[in-house]
């Protein structure tokens, strides 16, 4: 029996176009694999709370799933999603760095119970449950990611602002439309994937990764180091495609059901060897 695969799939421009709907071919390549035994699951920048529905809309089976950049993983347990491993950090010196370089912009910070505190609203991002208050009480308490928002500044000006404010002591990324996402040092989706590896006892070989963003360089670095693959979408920036091991097409013309295709059909999984 051919062993199944650990599959990390990047949400916004990998699995999803722009306007949130499928890339072609997606539903299909992902049932396949379901199907077939192998371990399909999401990696994702986004929070738990809008991450669940592509899970569900998928109708995927994992027994965890990476949020946050890898800062939180949640696993179905008796039928419960739990947050199984969260990790956080203290926002004080980073939102004073950060304030004192953008006072204008609109600043959020999700806590390790997944609860979002936020200045302003913020177009795009999922505030329900979530509690506005003053830029000083972001920092009242540990959190699992600081997200900056600046309407006006594009992704030079954020890796510009990062090089001055000395942001070496936390893991960071550029969002796909220009926001500035903040993690615990050392955190990315591919520090999570490998605890999800090790508990679920994957060889790495057998790992396949698909991204389209900066933080997905952590992902690729990882699955390559553990033997795996790890596919950049077309549309990427280059220094994701340069990060992966493989380039497919872009996310409109359906990249990621044709990397996934080239991953065993059901009857190869299932056939004694």
Same mark, same amino acid.
């Given at each position: 029996?051919?062993?199944?695969?650990?599959?990390?799939?990047?949400?916004?421009?990998?699995?999803?176009?722009?306007?949130?709907?499928?890339?072609?071919?997606?539903?299909?390549?992902?049932?396949?694999?379901? &199907?077939? *035994?192998?371990? !399909? /699951?999401?990696?994702?920048?986004?929070?738990?709370?809008?991450? #669940?529905?592509? $899970?569900?809309?998928?109708?995927?089976?994992?027994?965890?799933?990476?949020?946050?950049?890898?800062?939180?993983?949640?696993?179905?347990?008796?039928?419960?999603?739990?947050?199984?491993?969260?990790?956080?950090?203290?926002?004080?010196?980073?939102?004073?760095?950060?304030?004192?370089?953008?006072?204008?912009?609109?600043?959020?910070?999700?806590?390790?119970?997944?609860?979002?505190?936020?200045?302003?609203?913020?177009?795009?991002?999922?505030? &329900?449950? *979530?509690?506005? !208050? /003053?830029?000083?009480?972001?920092?009242?308490?540990?959190?699992? #990611?600081?997200? $900056?928002?600046?309407?006006?500044?594009?992704?030079?000006?954020?890796?510009?602002?990062?090089?001055?404010?000395?942001?070496?002591?936390?893991?960071?990324?550029?969002?796909?439309?220009?926001?500035?996402?903040?993690?615990?040092?050392?955190?990315?989706?591919?520090?999570?994937?490998?605890?999800?590896?090790?508990?679920?006892?994957?060889?790495?070989?057998?790992?396949?990764?698909?991204?389209?963003?900066?933080?997905?360089?952590?992902?690729?670095?990882?699955?390559?180091? !553990?033997?795996?693959?790890?596919?950049?979408?077309?549309?990427?920036?280059?220094?994701?495609?340069?990060?992966?091991?493989?380039?497919?097409?872009?996310?409109?013309?359906?990249?990621?059901?044709?990397?996934?295709?080239?991953?065993?059909?059901?009857?190869?999984?299932?056939?004694?060897?």
């Amino acid at each position: 029996m051919t062993a199944p695969w650990l599959i990390g799939l990047d949400v916004d421009g990998t699995i999803l176009l722009q306007d949130e709907t499928m890339s072609p071919g997606v539903p299909e390549a992902v049932a396949r694999l379901r &199907d077939a *035994g192998h371990e !399909v /699951t999401i990696a994702t920048g986004r929070s738990w709370m809008a991450t #669940r529905r592509y $899970v569900e809309e998928l109708e995927l089976t994992p027994e965890f799933v990476v949020c946050s950049n890898g800062a939180v993983t949640m696993r179905m347990v008796d039928g419960e999603w739990i947050r199984w491993n969260v990790e956080t950090f203290d926002p004080s010196p980073v939102l004073a760095l950060l304030q004192d370089r953008l006072p204008e912009a609109r600043y959020m910070v999700e806590l390790g119970s997944g609860q979002r505190l936020y200045t302003q609203q913020l177009d795009d991002w999922t505030l &329900d449950g *979530g509690r506005q !208050v /003053t830029f000083e009480e972001l920092a009242d308490e540990p959190v699992s #990611r600081i997200v $900056v928002v600046s309407p006006g500044h594009d992704e030079e000006d954020f890796h510009r602002l990062v090089a001055d404010a000395g942001l070496n002591e936390v893991s960071y990324a550029i969002g796909w439309t220009a926001w500035l996402d903040i993690a615990p040092n050392g955190v990315d989706k591919g520090t999570a994937l490998e605890r999800v590896r090790g508990e679920l006892g994957f060889d790495g070989e057998r790992v396949l990764v698909a991204g389209d963003g900066r933080n997905d360089i952590g992902m690729f670095t990882w699955s390559q180091s !553990v033997g795996g693959r790890a596919v950049a979408m077309g549309q990427a920036p280059a220094e994701v495609k340069d990060a992966a091991g493989e380039v497919t097409l872009d996310v409109i013309d359906g990249g990621l059901a044709r990397a996934l295709n080239t991953l065993p059909a059901p009857a190869q999984v299932n056939a004694g060897e």
